[in-house]
């Protein structure tokens, strides 16, 4: 914002002692004083005029300048300070925690299910900032290493965890796992963040009771540490084959604005 001060303009008026002189000036300013002849401005007898003509002098002299004098003597208007720039609000940020599905991993930068969430975002949330700290192939393990530093840097309002699926692709033990996820949350409530959880799934070949163990995960620490649950990230795309790239593993562009939808379901509404 630029700010102008403007300064007052003041004009200074030289009277000038004289008998043509001030004769022109009296003329020229006859609604101050309208008089004949010469006008002597210095105390005392002008030469060729009598005692009365002094005091006449005098007395014109003396109106000449109490009509000056409110003039000349307006002090100069003080300028006034420049108005103080109203603080802009900081904008609230919303961090992603997240694996190669979040980072968008085969895609354009800004193709990514987070980056049109971000897009949108901007759009109809303007008080509100994302930060992507997705990293492809990210375990809950690196999650759990990072969110520190990822929450002391951006001090975000509300944190998105969606951790855990090259977990289960490894066959990490469930027990850790949970116990990873476990600490992104409490470090992020701890911040005075809200936390979105977002839950996978994995392929029955897993065998039942690890994938229902895996899917279980989620759901108990969003119920022990009351957080928001979205409980399957590909839900709007799991069944469809063609929705995925060649991996089998990481959906193409054009599904990325159906798991955008997906989480906004949940993550809308904590932006309000």
Known sequence: MIFKNLGARHAAAGLHCGGADTAGFSRANEGYAARRGPVQWAIGHARGVGTAGARAALLAAAVLLSAWAPLSAQPAPAAKPPAAAPAAKAARTVLFMGDSLSAGYGLAASQGWVSLTADRIAKTQ??????????????????????????????????????????????????????????????????????????????????????????????????????QLLPFLLEPVAMDRAAFQADNLHPIASAQPKLRDHVWTKLGPMLK
């Open 126 to 227: 303007p008080g509100w900032r994302v930060v992507n700290a997705s990293i492809s192939g990210e375990t809950t393990a690196g999650g759990a290493a990072r969110i520190a530093g990822e929450l002391q840097r951006n001090k975000p309002a509300v944190v998105v965890i969606e951790l855990g699926a090259n977990d289960g692709l490894r066959g990490l033990q469930l027990a850790q796992s949970r116990a990873n996820l476990e600490r992104m949350i409490q470090a992020a409530q701890g911040a005075k963040a809200q936390v979105l959880l977002i839950g996978m799934r994995m392929p029955p070949n897993q065998g039942k009771e690890y994938t229902e163990g895996f899917e279980r995960n989620y759901r108990e620490l969003s119920q022990k540490y009351r957080t």
